[in-house]
């Protein structure tokens, strides 16, 4: 079963997530309600031939004729891929089709946003005698010259991130997979290698043994990452102090649907931890667990073990910010 689990999230796809969790806040849980108690924003870096970067000029009264990115809070029943598309068509008036998720920021309790790059695939760019309340106008930028005013600077590194990506992809193309889930949760490949080399990989025991599943919570009281507050809450129940040195090292993919307001609002990340410092550990076995509920795991399959070990030693995955 784990086995099967860590196969597919390799390959980019997903794994139903459970009703049951490993770790999270006490039940009842307050469900994610989008627009309500948790905010999705996307944002796309589209890019043509001659690698000028896709920009929009802003028709918000806040922000009127300054520069963006196609940007925009994600609307109840859209998948994050759709709520992409009719950002980018709302506001520069060209069709694209995502070509991976770039990145994904989270900026705390109640916000995420999700950057794609994406190729135009059709339409009409937006001039000025189309200009609307989504935006002005749009252009191609070469990111030299004329400088354009840019509402802010935050998108800077995710144009470059696509260049990066385009001229040498550090994890392979991927998009969210189209799976229900209520909570916003991650489901951990937490990995050790021992001095051997091998990876030994964190699980859960209840039910069946699985990657482990925490929920993070939606309260408006929380302060920071979110997705980092989760994981180190998880970890800290089941690892024995002192605590080892805990790496995130970013996301094999998401599952997201969204087709059903209220009930598939939420998210799974499929985040990658490392334990201790990869490469360099001179211990054969992975530390005791202080809890029964989870159990460590020796990859012993040599495609799974390979796949896992050239993923870390690549950094092959997609950044949270």
């Known amino acids: 079963m784990a086995e099967e689990e860590l196969d597919l999230l390799l390959s980019g796809k997903g794994w139903p997530v459970p009703e049951e969790y490993d770790a999270g806040p006490p039940p009842p849980l307050q469900p994610v309600r989008l627009r309500r108690n948790t905010c999705y924003v996307v944002m796309a870096v589209l890019l043509n031939?001659?690698?000028?970067?896709?920009?929009m000029q802003e028709a918000k009264l806040e922000c009127h004729g300054t520069w963006y990115l196609p940007a925009g809070r994600m609307?109840?029943?859209?998948?994050?891929?759709?709520?992409?598309?009719?950002?980018?068509?709302?506001?520069?008036?060209?069709?694209?089709q995502p070509l991976t998720l770039l990145a994904v920021e989270d900026r705390g309790p109640s916000w995420l946003r999700f950057i794609f790059l994406a190729r135009p695939t059709g339409g009409t760019?937006?001039?000025?005698?189309?200009?609307?309340?989504?935006?002005?106008?749009?252009?191609w930028w070469d990111r030299k010259s004329?400088?354009?005013?840019?509402?802010?600077?935050?998108?800077?590194?995710?144009?470059?991130?696509?260049?990066?990506?385009?001229?040498?992809p550090c994890h392979p193309l991927l998009l969210p997979v189209e799976l229900p889930c209520a909570v916003i949760c991650q489901r951990?490949?937490?990995?050790?290698?021992?001095?051997?080399?091998?990876?030994?990989?964190l699980l859960g025991t209840a039910r069946s043994l699985h990657l482990p599943v925490v929920v993070s919570g939606v309260s408006s009281s929380a302060r920071g990452s979110r997705l980092l507050v989760a994981i180190h809450q998880l970890l800290q129940e089941c690892l024995p102090?002192?605590?080892?040195?805990?790496?995130?090292?970013?996301?094999?993919?998401?599952q997201h649907l969204g087709k059903e307001p209220g009930q598939s609002d939420g998210i799974c990340f499929n985040t990658v931890v490392t334990i201790g410092d990869f490469g360099q550990c001179s211990k054969e076995k992975p530390p005791e667990l202080q809890s029964k509920a989870f159990h460590w795991w020796k990859v012993e399959d040599e495609d799974l073990k390979s796949r896992v070990l050239q993923r870390l030693s690549t950094s092959s995955f997609i950044p949270v910010h």
């Open 241 to 254: 102090p002192p605590h080892m040195v805990v790496q995130v090292r970013g996301l094999l993919g998401l």
């Open 125 to 139: 760019l937006k001039s000025l005698q189309d200009a609307d309340e989504e935006s002005l106008q749009a252009r």
């Open 49 to 55: 031939e001659k690698n000028e970067v896709l920009m």
């Open 146 to 168: 004329p400088s354009l005013p840019l509402r802010a600077r935050d998108i800077v590194p995710f144009m470059d991130l696509a260049l990066q990506y385009q001229a040498n």
């Open 75 to 96: 609307e109840p029943g859209e998948t994050i891929v759709e709520a992409m598309q009719r950002e980018v068509k709302e506001e520069a008036g060209l069709d694209c």
């Open 188 to 201: 951990l490949l937490a990995v050790f290698t021992d001095s051997g080399g091998a990876p030994w990989v």
